[in-house]
């Protein structure tokens, strides 16, 4: 008789509900994962976010196979398909359980219901356990049962939740016997990319990373966490995206450096971003409509958006004339990830200025993004399309050369991935059209305070 292990959005041996408890019913345990392309491609996962996770596998396979835990590697484009398979594989090992941690979009939890329907129909069962969250997604509610819509009170809560509820960490399992030969993980080489590999995906680098930044950079993060040519922030969105870390682990690690050293404002802003992530998984729990494509405010379903045309085209490439979005968007390609503020700018630019639908930019940042993540990319671009909840009000639309010169002064992080007009002194690096242009960089393709009234007028008329 086996326990099985389903490793689905939870790369990691620690902290891991599923592992645990599959574990803790005392009969041997394997470990499976189903590689899925065809869902992948239906989820928007690009090359680089692909090859993290194939990446992460290869990782996990070794850390199983040390362990003496036996991992089975499964190949099935579609729900139906992987269920089936992961059927077969109960009947070949003698399954009793199959234990898996949450996933919150509809298709999953409908997967899973249907999954654990026929596992009790042959005599075994399906056990879900919350994992991806800190708090339970659907735990918070307003003083009238609803979910929060509005972030403020919600982050209250969280934090009172989060007091009354000491996190207790899943420990990593020791060895259950001899070291096994580790499962080949398909290479799937038409599939990914390699420009992500700045990114280690162990858990022990996970560990190391989350550790220098608690220690040393946390308690600065207020003052720097804005300044994209700084190393302000803590780079671990890929990990919570995989699952190689979980949001529990990144707190408590976070309330030890406090409790050690004090961590001021910077590790209460920090702890607040956290909150965010958990904040997202609620609305998307809540709201699954949001993860179908759907304003999380109906009544903004009818903008009438632009059609994308060579707009976008140059938005995607880095070529819109505007420096900084320029240069967000080229580390975007060039590396797999962006920072948080340029997210905002350049999806504020692509929605309001360019005034195309924040679907089409959703799309392109999953296809991109080293991190994609569908509750926090959803949350992002309706945040900053104003269309979601507690967005930015519509009237308030980030200027990008403004936010350019507040955040990038010294043009640092512009002249990095802009270089054919990284010689340009002073104010001109962020508008090079005020001094008349460079050749072979392009004019700004849009007027911004046009565009900027054009956008309000379109918010406007809602109302009418
Ligand atoms: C348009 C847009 C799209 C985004 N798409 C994604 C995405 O696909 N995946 C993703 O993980 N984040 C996304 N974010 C949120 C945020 O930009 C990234 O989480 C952050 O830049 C990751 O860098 P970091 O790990 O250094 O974060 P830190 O600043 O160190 O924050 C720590 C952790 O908190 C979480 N976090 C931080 N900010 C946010 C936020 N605004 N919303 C939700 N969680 C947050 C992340 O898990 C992050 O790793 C998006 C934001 C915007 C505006």
Redesign the pocket.
């Known amino acids: 008789m086996t326990q099985l292990v389903w490793f689905r959005n939870d790369l990691r041996l620690a902290d891991n509900p599923a592992l645990t408890r599959a574990l803790a019913a005392g009969e041997k345990v394997a470990g499976c994962f189903i590689l899925a392309p065809g869902q992948w491609q239906d989820h928007d996962w690009g090359p680089v976010r692909i090859d993290l996770v194939l990446r992460s596998l290869e990782s996990l396979a070794e850390s199983l196979a040390e362990l003496g835990i036996p991992f089975h590697v499964l190949k099935a484009d579609t729900f139906t398909d992987g269920n089936e398979a992961l059927l077969s594989l109960c009947g070949q090992l003698q399954v009793t359980t199959v234990h898996a941690n949450e996933e919150y979009s509809v298709n999953e939890r409908k997967r899973d219901r249907l999954l654990k329907k026929t596992l009790q129909h042959n005599g075994s069962d399906l056990l879900i356990y919350r994992d991806q969250t800190v708090v339970p997604a659907g735990t918070l509610r307003t003083g009238s049962g609803d979910p929060y819509a509005v972030f403020t009170p919600y982050s209250r809560q969280w934090r009172h939740w989060v007091e009354q509820h000491p996190i207790q960490l899943y420990p990593a399992p020791g060895a259950q016997g001899k070291p096994l030969a580790v499962t080949a993980i398909p290479a799937l080489t038409h599939l990914r990319a390699d420009h992500g590999h700045w990114f280690v995906a162990t858990e022990d680098a996970a560990h190391e990373a989350l550790d220098a ?1 608690t220690r040393e950079q946390m308690q600065h ?1 207020k003052e720097k ?1 804005d300044f994209p040519a700084e190393p302000g ?5 890929p990990y ?2 995989v699952g190689i870390l979980s949001g529990r682990q ?1 707190l408590q690690q976070a309330q030890q450096v406090v409790a050690a050293n004090g961590g001021g404002d910077g590790a209460h802003t ?1 702890i607040t ?2 909150c ?2 958990d904040f ?1 998984i609620d609305i998307l729990y809540h709201h699954p409509r949001v993860g179908r494509h759907r304003a999380y405010k109906p009544d903004t379903e009818a903008l009438t958006w632009k059609p994308k045309g060579d707009a976008f085209t140059a938005w995607c490439e880095g070529r819109t004339g505007i420096p900084l979005v320029d240069a967000a968007m080229r580390q975007l390609n060039q590396t797999g990830w ?3 503020r340029l ?2 700018v350049t ?1 504020m630019f692509l929605s309001k200025n360019l005034f195309i639908d924040w679907r089409a ?1 959703e799309q392109y ?2 296809e991109k ?1 080293l ?3 569908l509750p ?2 959803n ?3 309706q ?2 399309a104003s269309t979601g909840t507690d967005s930015a009000p519509y009237f308030r639309i980030f200027n990008p050369v403004t936010q350019s010169e507040r955040f990038d002064p010294q043009g640092t992080f512009i002249r990095r991935y802009v270089p054919e007009i990284a010689h340009l002194t002073g104010k001109a690096i962020h508008d090079p059209s005020r001094a008349g242009g460079v050749a072979g960089y392009p004019s700004p393709i849009v007027g911004l305070k046009e565009s900027r009234k054009q956008a309000i007028a379109q918010f406007q008329a809602l109302k009418n």
């Open positions: 930044f993060y966490r922030t803590s780079l671990l969105s919570l995206a990144c920090w971003e956290l965010w992530r997202y962006m920072h948080n997210r905002m999806a930019g940042f999953m993004l991190d994609g993540y926090s990319n949350g992002g671009w945040w900053s």
